[in-house]
């Protein structure tokens, strides 16, 4: 089942990215660390209502964060549809002990669901470069990767701006 995340099961969502960015780095994919996301970044997301959990058996095994907002460091980059209505994705995790079992799949399929009840034209993200994984995930779903940006207090490697477009 997915629904919209409430306060009380932010450290659940801590605790799923967490093991996340323990399981990236154990495979050299230095995407997440003990610092991002951190408690505070997942607070605000739940707070403004915009994370969404993936719940088993009365326990959450995922979540991601929508928002209909572009922040300023896409600004540069050439996306497909002019900046008008779009869904932005951050910070899909899956338990890794969950994961392979088409959990992300799942929210994805419910995000890209949720733009176009909203009328997105289409939906951006990133995702790390050194992450082959997820770019075989996007590419899978027909994303297209329009450009890269750089998260310097994170890695001197790019992150991969993709986009889908829905209309």
């Known amino acids: 089942m997915i629904r919209k995340a409430k306060p009380k099961d932010i450290h659940r969502i801590k605790q799923i990215t967490g093991a996340c960015a323990q399981h990236m780095i154990a495979q050299g ?3 997440w660390n003990e610092h991002y996301p951190d408690l505070a970044v997942l607070t605000r997301d739940v707070q403004n ?17 929508f928002s209909m907002t572009m922040d300023d460091f896409y600004e540069d980059i050439p996306w497909l549809t002019p900046h008008a209505k ?13 994961q392979r079992k088409g959990v992300a799949r799942k929210l994805m ?16 993200l990133d995702t790390f470069s050194r992450n082959p994984r997820n770019n075989r995930f996007y590419q899978a ?11 310097a207090q994170k890695s001197p490697h790019p992150f991969f701006c993709y986009e889908k477009v829905l209309v």
Request: proline letters at 2%.
């Open 29 to 31: 994919i230095f995407q």
């Open 49 to 65: 209502e915009s994370v969404y959990v993936y719940e088993q058996e009365g326990t959450i095994i995922g979540s991601v964060m």
């Open 86 to 98: 779009q869904l932005y994705v951050h910070r899909l995790a899956v338990h890794p002990d969950q």
């Open 109 to 124: 399929d419910f995000g890209e669901q949720l733009a176009r009840e909203h009328q997105c034209v289409s939906v951006r």
């Open 141 to 151: 779903r027909n994303y297209q990767r329009v450009g890269e940006v750089f998260f």
